[in-house]
Nanobody, 125 residues
Framework: QVHVVESGGGLVQPGGSLRLSCAAI????????MGWFRQAPGKEQEFVAA????????FYADFVKGRFTISRDNDKNTGELRMNSLKPEDTAVYYC??????????????????WGQGTQVTVSS
């Protein structure tokens, strides 16, 4: 069984930065991809960023390229989403997700089986 817990959300002014953290509680020896998705009020959930199980590959939505950076520490089973130059349109609940699939489509939410509870990010002056 896998548990995923996010932390680090909050209120930030436009242009500011936040760092989201994700802790994955997994069976020893498990390998997995990690992704971040978000959902704003009244909108569908959308892909934000993902990182492959070995950290070899990272994937970003076009709207966060150059502003957000995803990383992970496989020894600690943790991940991080660093968000810079935040905009009001980045306001959403951010979810960390884990995929145990051997060859997941990293941008596809259906390929992730385990999700955190979400953390609110609000960008406002």
């Amino acid at each position: 069984q896998v548990h995923v817990v996010e932390s680090g959300g909050g209120l930030v002014q436009p242009g500011g930065s936040l760092r989201l953290s994700c802790a994955a509680i997994v069976q020893p020896g498990s390998t997995y991809a990690m992704g971040w998705f978000r959902q704003a009020p009244g909108k569908e959930q959308e892909f934000v960023a993902a990182i492959s199980r070995t950290s070899t590959n990272t994937f970003y939505a076009d709207f966060v390229k150059g502003r957000f950076t995803i990383s992970r520490d496989n020894d600690k089973n943790t991940g991080e989403l660093r968000m810079n130059s935040l905009k009001p349109e980045d306001t959403a609940v951010y979810y960390c997700a884990v995929s145990l699939k051997n060859f997941p489509q990293h941008r596809r939410s259906e390929d992730y089986s385990y999700w955190g509870q979400g953390t609110q990010v609000t960008v406002s002056s």
